[in-house]
């Protein structure tokens, strides 16, 4: 594929400061990009060694004033990088057409080009928008619901009466729509609650591989637009996370809790159940979150605390065996201090 910086602009709402007729035939990473390949600049690191790389093309920030021929100013170089490398290597579709070692059920409502590997499993049902692709041994339960522009990699289950919108991904070995953890204890022993709910995924949502994501009890767990996860999440029932949030490697959230949109979980966060966090909240990794949280916070630590606060707390750490120390010193010194004085006063 070749493609000139004019038509690059103009499909990433860039300006050209050089050639707009030179021809770029690929993408590659900053270090190895070569005079015909294009790559990016985003950071004040990489800006200052503009004139390290030999690409024939850079994608830069708007406010960069350096004169190179190379350069198209973007709003966002990485996003639109990400943009040209999509142009250059569009995603081929890996299968076609319904495979015959594949099991469809009755009543399923499908639209056009959809892809049915070999060893899935769709139940009865069943509605598949446009261009769905489902991957060796995908299994739909009874009453799932699929939009259009959906890939759902091998190995994952998606169970009864799943919602799942436009343009979503699914990577390999998820389950969602199992069984919350709920149960009732009676005489000694714990009762399984039924739960009768559903998951609903929104549109534009990305869910990593080897997540779980239960259904509710009542009602639905609810996964809002442009939510992205990655590997190994646990999402609880009645659980509902807001648009555009991201949940790294190893989150947990317990059941019946509410995550605001925009809002960032780092990795082996650990969320109760039954409290509510705000919009555009920051977790900072391995936090243990008990308690609600108020829009815009950035917390850290268990239990947790403002980031900074917790920045003071991890400094000190170190350090508490010398704070130990002196204050045994300091402790002998005022007793034997109550000992003269005792002394003197007889």
Request: with cysteine; glycine share 12%.
């Amino acid at each position: 594929m070749e493609m000139t910086l004019a038509q690059i602009a103009s499909q990433v709402q860039g300006q050209i400061q050089g050639n707009g007729r030179k021809c770029i035939t690929g993408v590659a990473p900053f270090e190895t990009a070569t005079s015909s390949e294009i790559t990016f600049a985003g950071s004040r690191k990489f800006l200052k060694r503009l004139h390290e790389t030999h690409a024939g093309a850079i994608l830069v920030p708007p406010d960069f004033t350096e004169e190179d021929d190379r350069v198209i100013r973007v709003k966002n170089p990485q996003a639109a990088f990400s943009h040209v490398v999509r142009i250059f290597y569009p995603p081929m579709p890996s299968w076609s057409g319904i495979s015959p070692v594949a099991h469809v059920g009755q009543d399923i409502k499908m639209g056009t080009d959809v892809a049915i590997a070999p060893f899935v499993v769709v139940q009865n049902h069943v509605t598949l928008g446009d261009r769905v692709t489902l991957h060796p041994h995908v299994v739909l339960g009874d009453h799932v619901s699929i939009g259009n522009d959906v890939e759902i990699f091998p190995n994952v289950t998606i169970l009864n009466g799943t919602r799942i919108g436009n343009r979503v991904t699914i990577h390999a070995g998820t389950v969602i729509g199992g069984d919350g953890f709920g149960y009732t204890p009676d005489d000694g022993a714990y009762h399984k609650i039924p739960h009768l709910g559903i998951v609903q995924i929104d549109d534009d949502v990305e869910i990593g591989a080897g997540n779980t994501i239960d259904r509710a009890t009542y009602g639905k767990t609810w996964i809002k637009n442009g939510v992205k996860t990655d590997n190994l999440v646990h999402i609880a029932h009645n659980v509902t996370v807001g648009e555009n949030t991201l949940l790294i490697a190893q989150v947990g959230i317990a059941g019946s809790t509410t995550i605001g949109g925009q809002c960032i979980l780092a990795g082996q966060v650990g969320v109760s159940g039954h409290i509510t966090i705000g919009d555009r909240v920051t977790i900072g990794p391995q936090s243990g979150i008990a308690g609600s949280i108020s829009d815009g916070a950035i917390v850290t630590g268990s239990p947790e605390m403002p980031h900074r606060q917790w920045l003071r707390v991890q400094r000190s750490i170190p350090m508490l065996p010398e704070i130990k120390k002196k204050l045994g010193e300091m402790e002998k010194r005022l007793n034997e201090i109550e000992s003269t004085l005792k002394n003197t006063e007889t």
